[in-house]
């Protein structure tokens, strides 16, 4: 039964579209499976042994931290996203982490050699994998972009509307999301201070943009924002 759940994840998401019945199954056999709780540390980069994950259930945290010890997160990860090595090179001067952000988080993960080695017998799949990296360094990219070119409202702005269309739930124009990360961590991932972004945040409460509380963002009308 536990291969069969590995099987059905894995033919159902779009990076292995290419691949035959034979070569999921043989897929199945080197990937590990994972369950984490909320806080838990998933992997640090400068393990011994790299490893590309794939997210199955909940959502993870890529947090970077500088060489004066301070915190930044660097990507919110969700259903079906990839993370760990993707660059299929292992940097051990990177220092970052990932850690489960709600309660139930499902994991599989390959070993980076046996993943270069299937991607080697599977040209079509080298391809689609380059293409999902490069969207994701793309998100990345334009995320370090907003950092420097706009101010700390737009930002906030612009991080909500994006999280919206990504896990919202809509009806018309108001939305819903669930809200799995704490000021704290809104603030890191818009680069600012906990105190600007409580305050940013106090703020659009008070013009009736949103309605925040610790389980979820009320967006009620999602053009306004």
Known sequence: ??????????????????????QIKQLCIITG????????????????????????????????IDENGNEMIKDIIQKGDL?????LESDKNSNEYAKA?????????????????LMLKNPN?????????????KRIKNNYSNLISKDA??????????WAEREGHFNGNKVTIENYLTQADI???????????????????D???????????LIDDFSKL
């Not at 998933?42 to 909940?58: A, E, H, M, T």
């Not at 409202?153 to 994006?162: D, G, I, M, P, V």
């Not at 009736?208 to 963002?217: A, G, H, T, V």
């Open 207 to 217: 013009k009736q943009l949103i309605y925040y509380n610790r389980k979820e963002i």
């Open 83 to 87: 993370f760990g090595e993707l660059t």
């Open 153 to 162: 409202k737009t930002r906030l702005h612009t991080f909500l509307r994006e």
């Open 187 to 205: 603030a890191q991932i818009i680069g600012t201070s906990r105190q600007t972004a409580t305050q940013l945040l106090n703020e659009m409460e």
């Open 125 to 137: 799949l080298a391809l689609t994998y380059t293409k999902f990296v490069g969207l994701k360094m």
């Open 1 to 22: 039964m536990y291969e069969e759940l590995k099987y059905w994840y894995l033919r159902d998401h779009k990076l292995f579209w290419t691949l035959s019945m034979s």
């Open 33 to 64: 499976f994972k369950k984490a709780k909320k806080g838990d540390i998933i992997y640090f980069s400068s393990s011994d042994v790299p490893r590309i994950f794939l997210l199955k259930k909940g959502n993870i945290k890529i947090v970077s």
């Open 101 to 117: 952000l709600t309660d139930e988080v499902s994991i599989c993960s390959f070993l980076l050699s046996d993943f270069e080695d």
